[in-house]
């Protein structure tokens, strides 16, 4: 029976569901904007010390801005648009192709109670959201 890429997500949330996956997506890009923008700013205002202020007071900003906000990967997969979900969609089939089973419920089922297909999946998944989102992964089990 051909699996829909809906499905899948579903059991890819399942997966990382059960082992309480986050991720937290670095905002380094806009970090960097405001840090500059701040800067600037000081610099307006205050001149040489402004901008000397300003950069710091920035740079504070940006590093609480990257630090960690994390979100559950459910709420990350379900969000991807449909180009990334199809591209975990296939190399989550991969994974899954030499199993027997007639729909989305069996198989869901079949991967629950694999702890080595879990640990497949979670490898697959971790790899997919450190390189292509580049996100920090971490588990609350």
Not at 29 to 58: D, E, K, N, Q, S
Not at 59 to 84: D, H, N, R, Y
Not at 90 to 113: F, K, R
């Amino acid at each position: 029976m051909p699996l829909m890429v809906g499905d899948m997500m579903k059991l890819l949330c399942s997966v990382s569901e059960g082992r309480k996956m986050q991720a937290a997506v670095k905002h380094s890009g806009r970090a960097a904007l405001v840090t500059g923008a701040v800067a600037f700013v000081g610099g307006l205002v205050g001149g040489p010390p402004g901008i000397a202020v300003g950069g710091a007071v920035g740079g504070l900003l940006g590093a609480w801005m990257t630090s960690g906000q994390f979100k559950p990967v459910p709420q990350i997969l379900m969000e991807l648009p449909p180009s990334e979900q199809q591209k975990l969609f296939n190399e989550a089939a991969a994974i899954v192709s030499n199993l027997d089973w007639t729909d989305a419920v069996q198989l869901t089922a079949l991967v629950m109670g694999s702890e080595a297909l879990q640990q497949q999946l979670l490898a697959m998944l971790t790899d997919y959201v450190t390189k292509e989102l580049r996100a920090e992964v971490r588990y609350d089990d």
